[in-house]
């Protein structure tokens, strides 16, 4: 397979898996997405001071925690770009938190601006690194 067809097919893989993402994760079809083994790493910020590492089942779980928490969500890609079996996102996410839960109230507006670099094998995400950086609370 050449390059350019792999990368045009990663980045629509990556298109794909954010417009079915921003319906809601907690109902998304994660075979379809995620080679089983899939890793996720997300780097220290605001909701997570200390980081995270997830496999396929913790990743379920956050988004499980995640949706529950959220009354709406939405994300604008700001920018995609492809290198082979690598794709990064440069992207914002905006929504508003259903309930109370620690520091935020029910109706808080959270608004990041981050960086996602997937790496693909066979037409799934098999890793995912996050680097989020979250904009004070409103």
């Known amino acids: 397979m050449?390059?350019?067809?792999?990368?045009?097919?990663n980045l629509g893989i990556?298109?794909?898996?954010?417009?079915?993402?921003?319906?809601?994760?907690?109902g998304l079809?994660?075979?379809?997405?995620f080679a089983?083994?899939?890793?996720?790493?997300?780097?220290?910020n605001r909701l997570a001071p200390v980081g995270a590492r997830r496999d396929l089942k913790a990743m379920q779980e956050a988004a499980e925690r995640?949706?529950?928490l959220m009354a709406e969500q939405e994300f604008e890609l700001l920018e995609v770009i492809a290198s082979g079996s690598m794709v990064a996102v440069e992207a914002e996410?905006?929504?508003?938190?259903?309930?109370?839960?620690?520091?935020?109230?029910?109706?808080?507006r959270l608004r990041t601006r981050f960086a996602?670099?997937?790496e693909l094998r066979a037409g799934k995400i098999a890793a995912?690194?996050?680097?989020?950086?979250?904009?004070?609370?409103e």
């Open 2 to 9: 050449n390059p350019i067809s792999e990368e045009a097919r």
């Open 14 to 26: 990556v298109r794909g898996y954010y417009a079915a993402l921003a319906q809601g994760a907690a």
């Open 29 to 33: 079809d994660w075979a379809r997405w």
């Open 36 to 44: 089983p083994d899939v890793t996720q790493e997300e780097f220290p």
């Open 66 to 68: 995640g949706q529950a």
């Open 93 to 108: 996410w905006r929504g508003r938190t259903a309930r109370d839960a620690g520091p935020l109230r029910a109706g808080t």
């Open 116 to 118: 996602q670099i997937l």
């Open 128 to 137: 995912l690194r996050n680097y989020d950086c979250f904009y004070p609370w």
